[in-house]
């Protein structure tokens, strides 16, 4: 069925298509004498001849990225299942918006009184999340939202200065998102892991051990947390660490398990990230530009970043006399592109409409986990919300893991889902498939799936061999982790 030599041949021969002296544009010719750059440009900033550029045609670099592009998967095309990622789909509407010219073509140092709309634009948007999260402010300026914990983990730290306190420990659910406990290390906390009780939810006794020992400046935990469960006992924890003066830092990843359903505020959050490319809509991009507002109480507020957005009479302006602020996070206002496209999507759902989104995403996820739960293992089987987190135990038997799984469903034409995570189920295959899918791609999934399940079984070969149809077969995945080749070099550099 395969032939990786031959296929690498291949791909050498349609990826390299430079050619010396092929141009793909061409000016007109001069009507101007040619200035002498020598005499117009300082010398530090004149440049030599670049070489070793690929040399190509419009053809051939029109063909070369449409086929590159055909060669990728997105949301566009299918289920994208990567659970705790929330690859929902990216409504067009929202990118008519963000391209209007009186937003996409501002620029950030315009005087605030030719920028009102712009700024009522983002006073809007921190008003709707104040609205679904029950917090007293947000910020909108962090790119992301591990950006977000850094952000919130900042302002706990300096609250905990403002009282003269020095606290080092950050506590962590063994269930975390490993951005968590990197952002605690990043804003100069020690972390303390917290084991998880038998129903994969936050063991409040270990909790309340480590208050004891008055050194705990937080607990950072998800909720609803990474295996979909919801944390029962959320409101009791938050009570215990206000009590002992410490904060609670939700991780807003999972939002829209429970969005226009219940509010974090309400349960004692202190901070609060929201992805808005998980919850709201906005693309997730190739690392690109993103966006993780961080919502906090009114405890946290003097600490927000500056500049905020502020009303004065019926206008708007940039306030930055704020005494407390751990300052700025991020140039300018954050990427204002992401806050219209949030802006968007939350006004043209409306509170109804981002209440059945989240019924929608439980509803999908749970029809997964039903469908598929007499061919796939849960370590945890209690109720889950909108990802359910399987393991390949029963196909481990004959050998297949987890990792096989996720290549044999590029041959049926899905992404995996995500692999190993959360660290506490051996083998994971965590799987979110969000509101955004209808019961025919669910329904597609779930034979996909299950026609593993039985290869696993009758022809595990089959699946430790897979995928077939891709134009890249699989990978030393160690070699590609150790040893990443990053970018475009030059045949024979
Ligand atoms: C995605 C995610 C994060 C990190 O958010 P980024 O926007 O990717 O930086 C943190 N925690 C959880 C649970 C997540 O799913």
Request: glycine share 10%.
């Amino acid at each position: 069925m395969s032939d990786t030599r031959t296929l690498r041949d291949r791909e050498g021969l349609i990826f390299e298509r430079s050619s010396a002296g092929r141009v793909g544009y061409q000016l007109p010719p001069l009507e101007v004498p040619q200035a002498d750059p020598a005499a117009t440009v300082p010398a530090g900033l004149l440049r030599g001849e670049i070489d070793g550029l690929p040399e190509v045609s419009e053809v051939d670099v029109m063909r070369h990225f449409t086929r590159l592009s055909k060669w990728n998967y997105s949301v566009d095309e299918g289920l994208y299942p990567l659970g705790s990622c929330t690859m929902k789909y990216n409504p067009r509407i929202n990118e008519e918006v963000a391209r209007l010219a009186g937003l996409a073509q501002l620029h950030p140092l315009q005087p605030e009184d030719q920028v009102q709309g712009a700024l009522a634009l983002m006073w809007q948007l921190e008003q709707a999340l104040i609205a679904v999260t029950g917090m007293a402010r947000v910020t909108l300026q962090p790119a992301a939202g591990a950006h977000g914990e850094l952000t919130g983990m900042l302002m706990i730290r300096k609250a905990l200065l403002a009282r003269g306190e020095r606290r080092r420990k950050v506590l962590i659910p063994d269930s975390a998102h490993g951005t968590n406990p990197a952002s605690a290390v990043f804003a100069g906390f020690e972390t303390v892991e917290i084991g998880s009780t038998p129903q994969g939810t936050l063991d409040l006794a270990a909790v309340a051990r480590h208050l004891d020992g008055g050194d705990v400046a937080a607990l950072m935990v998800t909720v609803p947390n990474t295996l979909g469960v919801f944390e029962p006992e959320i409101v009791k924890a938050a009570a215990m660490l206000h009590e002992k003066g410490a904060f609670l830092y939700m991780d807003g990843a999972n939002l829209n398990a429970f969005v226009g359903i219940a509010l974090p505020g309400k349960m004692g959050a202190d901070a609060l990230h929201i992805n808005l490319h998980k919850t709201f809509s906005t693309p997730h991009g190739g690392g690109g530009p993103g966006a993780g507002p961080v919502a906090v109480s009114q405890t946290l507020a003097p600490y927000l970043p500056v500049p905020m957005v502020e009303r004065v009479g019926e206008g708007y302006t940039l306030a930055y006399d704020r005494p407390g602020t751990i300052g700025k996070v991020r140039g300018f206002y954050g990427n204002f592109g992401m806050l219209v496209r949030a802006l968007a999507y939350i006004r043209s759902l409306g509170r109804d409409g981002l209440k059945s989104m989240a019924e929608g995403a439980v509803l999908n996820a749970n029809y997964l986990r039903k469908r598929l739960a007499a061919d796939y293992h849960l370590q945890y089987d209690g109720p889950s919300l909108h990802e359910v987190v399987f393991d390949d135990s029963i196909q481990t038997a004959a050998g297949v893991k987890n990792i096989d799984i996720a290549k044999r469903l590029l041959d049926y034409g899905f992404h995996p889902p995500t692999m190993s995570f959360p660290l506490i189920v051996h083998g994971a295959l965590m799987i979110e498939p969000t509101e955004s899918e209808g019961i025919d791609e669910l329904d597609a999934f779930v034979a996909a799936m299950k026609a593993i399940a039985r290869e696993a079984r009758e022809t595990p070969d089959l699946v430790r061999g897979a995928p077939y149809s891709t134009p890249v077969q699989r990978l030393d995945e160690v070699r590609a982790a150790r040893q990443p080749v990053l970018r475009w070099r030059r045949p024979g550099d």
